[in-house]
């Protein structure tokens, strides 16, 4: 259910508001003042707001100017002004629409309908996919950290999970121990270059149906290792 901040100083006309919108299963909050209204826009986690324009203690370009620092989410501006200079304003510091007194509740209704099928459309398209490495059965999905083969997760530790897909990443290239010692335990680290042998038969065990033929991370002999596609 979608939650609308109406802010207006009109008490009777954003109650009727509120129950037109709340006929369309949205759910409304009011403040009638300016400065409680800027406050709960930037508390609360609201999917629109629709704002008068003379409020006191705060004006609605202000508050406009003030949430669009902050968060980008649909703003409708009310007012009785009629004027394009207050709607150019209006749209100047980030407002989405602009409608003027006296309005049909049912044309309000409307167009927050139109300005949320909207939003939440570039919402979508701009949504980022996980960042995922496919490579016959093996599914490393790399955002959320975690191993599929032939559709069955694995467990891998941190540095497990690091070293498959660094190798994964860069297919067919072959790398010495030295090379991804380096690269995934960094010149910081502790330890022996064998620790890379421990971790790439570990990391067989869970993703080569026969460890005694690898068919994914093949030994290089006298050299390294190679992620094979």
């Known amino acids: 259910m979608s939650k609308i901040l109406i802010v207006e100083d009109e ?35 609201y999917d629109m707001i629709i704002l008068d324009l003379m409020l006191p203690e705060m004006d609605g370009f202000e508050i406009c100017k003030k949430i669009r620092a902050q968060k980008d989410i649909p703003i409708l501006m009310v007012s009785a002004k009629k004027d394009d200079i ?48 496919e490579i016959r059965g093996i599914k490393i999905d790399k955002t959320a950290r975690r191993v599929y083969v032939n559709g069955e997760e694995k467990a891998f530790t941190t540095k497990e999970f690091d070293l498959l897909t660094f ?41 080569e149906f026969d460890t005694s033929k690898p068919q994914y991370i093949e030994t290089i002999w006298g050299v390294g290792y190679r992620f094979k596609i």
Request: proline fraction near 2%; avoid cysteine; aromatic fraction near 8%.
């Open 167 to 207: 190798l994964a990443s860069n297919p067919n290239r072959v790398f010495k121990k030295e090379e991804l010692f380096n690269k995934i335990w960094d010149m910081e680290s502790i330890g022996d270059i064998a620790t890379v042998t421990v971790h790439i038969k570990k990391i067989r065990e869970k993703i």
């Open 11 to 45: 008490l009777s006309i954003a109650e009727l508001e509120k129950d037109y919108l709340e006929l369309s299963s949205f759910e409304v909050d009011i403040e009638t003042d300016g400065k409680s209204g800027l406050e709960r826009a930037l508390a609360e986690d």
């Open 86 to 133: 207050d709607k150019i304003h209006g749209f100047g510091l980030g407002a989405d629409d602009y409608i003027t007194k006296p309005f049909s509740p049912s044309e309000l209704v409307a167009r927050v309908k139109a300005h949320l099928a909207r939003y939440e459309r570039l919402v979508g398209t701009n949504a980022k996919e996980n960042d995922i490495i």
